[in-house]
């Protein structure tokens, strides 16, 4: 299964960006189950940003609530972040990660996911 990120960048605070996601591989790795993405910030440990599950629930990081959006597209194998009021703590590596079958509670939990990107570069700065 390979993960491909896109749509990092440079952004001033308060701007927007949004991240892609497409899985290719196995088919099993995305028809069900939850597809998310995590971020790390310099200094601190890989946390979660927002999570889908193919039935539908969405789950975020207390940080993001109601400023960036998950959703998985028609294809079932993509995955974007639209970003919204983008601050400086939001700098961070973004990556992108497919956990096979998994339930929807287990959606938040780093630990369920098996496969994961290279990650995409985000930063928030004047």
């Known amino acids: 299964v390979h993960l491909s990120e896109s749509g990092g960048g440079s952004v001033v605070p308060g701007g927007s960006l949004r991240l892609s996601c497409t899985a290719s591989?196995?088919?099993?790795?995305?028809?069900?189950?939850?597809m998310g993405w995590f971020r790390q910030r310099p200094g601190m440990e890989r946390e979660l940003v927002a999570a889908?599950?193919?039935?539908?629930?969405?789950r975020y990081g207390d940080s993001v609530k109601g400023r960036f959006i998950i959703t998985r597209g028609g294809p079932k194998n993509t995955l974007d972040l639209q970003m919204n009021s983008l601050v400086a703590d939001d700098t961070a590596k973004y990556y992108c990660a497919v956990a096979p079958t998994r339930p929807m509670w287990a959606c938040g939990d780093l630990s369920s996911y098996n496969y994961w990107g290279r990650g995409t570069q985000v930063t928030v700065s004047q």
């Open positions: 591989g196995s088919e099993y790795a995305f028809n069900d189950g939850c």
């Open positions: 889908a599950h193919n039935r539908g629930t969405a």
